[in-house]
């Protein structure tokens, strides 16, 4: 027998989980943007500040910004590497338990 009830509450439940999944990622992504922007003034108040005169300078900042590039990619890429395993493993365990 069919039940609308049941299907109505299957996916209102789907829906919530979603939504779920779409803010925890959406803070991920926030608070490392929030990183990037400090960084960005950060070395924008660097480059203000320094003389462009000096050769040695003017390469240290873009190894510099080159390096904090870097590592920002590899932060994001490993927040939303611990946000998938972290889901992987919560559907592995709501398979296991049903």
Known sequence: ???MQTEWLGLRSRIERRLIRVLDI???LVCDL??????YAAVSIARHLSSPDSRFFNI??????AAFLLL???????????F?????RENRS????S
């Open 1 to 3: 027998m069919y039940d």
């Open 26 to 28: 959406s803070s991920i």
């Open 60 to 65: 240290a900042k873009q190894l510099s910004e």
């Open 72 to 82: 920002y990619v590899i932060m994001v890429l490993v927040d939303c590497g611990e």
């Open 34 to 39: 929030v990183v990037i922007g400090f960084g």
């Open 94 to 97: 709501t398979i296991v338990s």
């Open 84 to 88: 998938l395993l972290r889901e992987a």
